[in-house]
């Protein structure tokens, strides 16, 4: 009897194993991750995003695109191809395969979705590469560091990333294909070293979100780091989100939420601030004013009348910190020296006040910029008095902040600064793992 139990014990923990394997048939992963590195070589610093890009010689080519927020599609330095086998593309070089003048998303891509930039000239069809036997899609393409316009061709891509469950990089690898566009290398003038593409994160159909399917959600999380050794990361899914030390602590608890705002005219993303408040004193903003977010701006600017009250304020409060001369583009710095040491000094959070009372708290190491041994700067710049939107928040003042851009829900997650927390956005544990 005993022994019975026991086999019909055994025969039902197998059919509920069995169970359990068709119900767990969903992917392990919930979420994409790829490395982002910040890089100072450049007039201003920027960040990229690296992404597997062709399987060439039994290994992925990688390629480090700059994030953009803003840009209409994703466009990287490639040539197109449209006969690849073996051996066709050129060594050091990226091939892909040809859109056509006569398919919908060249249309789309050339009106709803281009660029809207004055200095482009219109385009036209007159291309066409060897041995195909249709028009091309010339596009026009704006770099985001210089302004210039120049003409890129549509094309059909295959971008490669990591899985994760938000802890760990998964060996499995999950490909997206959107119709990005190639660009000679003279459209990446003044790119940082090495970055050879534009990744746009925006709301348009033609950005990487996009195209990514089930069971990830468009959810992007994205966390730019200040350390330029070790990378931050940006996840595309649903959380758990987790950093070393506290692996255990799912980045998703310390944060807050505000709305999404979307404007006509724009694929980038925005804000409502009600105010900004440092050390209890409110200063006046007007009514229903949006700030953007921007991953192009170092640092956030702020309109003329929203400046002027920040400054006057912020000086009010940073009294007894002995002051320096300002330095362009800054209007308020501080000596950090003192007999000749570099001191650090710590001012008063600035915190902007959001829909619903939530609160993004912007310390010191957001605020402060250390411009040479002796002189700290606070790291806002006056837009001018008619500048729209009225305030963009920069790079300089979300490094080490997890930000979660819910594109389903339409919300914005903001966790403050992460060192806070005791982690920084390089503290992803990128230890490749087989996954459960
Ligand atoms: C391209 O690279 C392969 C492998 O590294 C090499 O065998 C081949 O000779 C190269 N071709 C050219 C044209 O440089
Ligand atoms: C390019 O060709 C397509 C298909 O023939 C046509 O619909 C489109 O209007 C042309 N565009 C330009 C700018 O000539
Ligand atoms: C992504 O996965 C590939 C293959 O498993 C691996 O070689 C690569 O190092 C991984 N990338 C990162 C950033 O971990
Ligand atoms: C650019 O990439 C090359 C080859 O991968 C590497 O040797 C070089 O150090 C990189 N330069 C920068 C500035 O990252
Ligand atoms: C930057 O990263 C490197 C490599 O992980 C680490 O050794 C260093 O302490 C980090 N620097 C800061 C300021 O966190
Ligand atoms: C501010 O926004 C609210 C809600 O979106 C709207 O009802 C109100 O009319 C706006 N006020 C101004 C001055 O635009
Ligand atoms: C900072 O203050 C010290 C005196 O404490 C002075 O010698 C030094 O020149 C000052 N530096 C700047 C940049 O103002
Ligand atoms: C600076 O040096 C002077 C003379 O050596 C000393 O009296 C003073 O305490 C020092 N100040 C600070 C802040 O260390
Ligand atoms: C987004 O909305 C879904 C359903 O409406 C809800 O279950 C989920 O908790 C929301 N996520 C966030 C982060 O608010
Ligand atoms: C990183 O992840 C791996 C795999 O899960 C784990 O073995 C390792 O302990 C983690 N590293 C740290 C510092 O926790």
Not at 87 to 107: H, I, M, V, W
Not at 131 to 155: E, F, M, R
Not at 303 to 329: E, L
Request: aromatic share 12%; glycine share 4%; hydrophobic share 40%.
């Amino acid at each position: 009897m005993f022994l019975l139990m026991q086999i019909i014990f055994f025969l039902l923990s197998l059919i509920s194993h069995e169970h359990e394997a068709i119900a767990a048939f969903v992917p392990p992963y919930s979420s994409v991750v790829v490395p982002v590195n910040k890089h100072i070589d450049a007039v201003k610093p920027l960040y990229s995003v690296q992404i597997m890009t062709a399987f060439v010689n039994q290994q992925y080519m990688h390629a480090n695109f700059l994030i953009d927020l803003d840009a209409p599609f994703i466009w990287h330095e490639c040539i197109l191809q449209w006969n690849t086998f073996p051996g066709s593309c050129p060594n050091d070089t990226l091939c892909t395969y040809p859109a056509s003048c006569e398919e919908y998303q060249c249309t789309e891509v050339r009106t709803t979705y281009s660029y809207q930039n004055p200095s482009c000239s219109p385009v036209t069809n007159d291309s066409t590469i060897p041995d195909w036997g249709y028009c091309t899609c010339p596009v026009n393409v704006v770099n985001p560091i210089t302004g210039s316009c120049s003409q890129a061709l549509l094309n059909y891509d295959e971008l490669t990333v990591n899985t994760s469950n938000g802890r760990n990089v998964f060996t499995g690898l999950y490909g997206a294909y959107p119709n990005a566009a190639c660009a000679p290398s003279s459209s990446f003038q003044s790119f940082p070293a090495n970055v050879t593409g534009v990744m746009a994160l925006s709301s348009s159909p033609y950005a990487l979100p996009a195209y990514l399917y089930d069971p990830l959600k468009r959810i992007i999380a994205l966390c730019l780091p200040s350390n330029l050794s070790a990378p931050g990361i940006m996840l595309y899914g649903t959380g758990p989100y987790n950093l070393l030390p506290h692996s255990n602590v799912d980045i998703r608890s310390l944060l807050s939420h505000t709305p999404l705002i979307k404007l006509p005219d724009s694929f980038g993303y925005f804000i409502n601030v009600n105010s900004i408040v440092i050390k209890t004193r409110s200063i006046a903003i007007p009514m229903n004013t949006t700030a953007k977010i921007s991953t192009i701006e170092p640092f956030t600017t702020l309109r003329t009348d929203i400046y002027n009250g920040v400054v006057r304020r912020f000086f009010k409060v940073t009294q007894r910190i002995p002051p320096a001369n300002a330095v362009a583009p800054f209007g308020l710095c501080f000596n950090t020296s003192t007999n000749g040491t570099q001191v650090s000094i710590k001012v008063p959070d600035i915190d902007f006040m959001l829909q619903d009372g939530k609160k993004w708290a912007i310390s010191t190491t957001n605020s402060i910029k250390q411009i040479t041994k002796d002189v700290a700067c606070l790291a806002f710049v006056d837009s001018g008095a008619t500048s729209e939107p009225a305030i963009v928040i920069g790079t300089f003042q979300f490094e080490d902040n997890f930000v979660v851009f819910d594109l389903e829900n339409s919300t914005f997650g903001f966790s403050s600064s992460l060192l806070r927390k005791q982690t920084s956005c390089s503290n992803f544990n990128f230890t490749l793992t087989d996954g459960p």
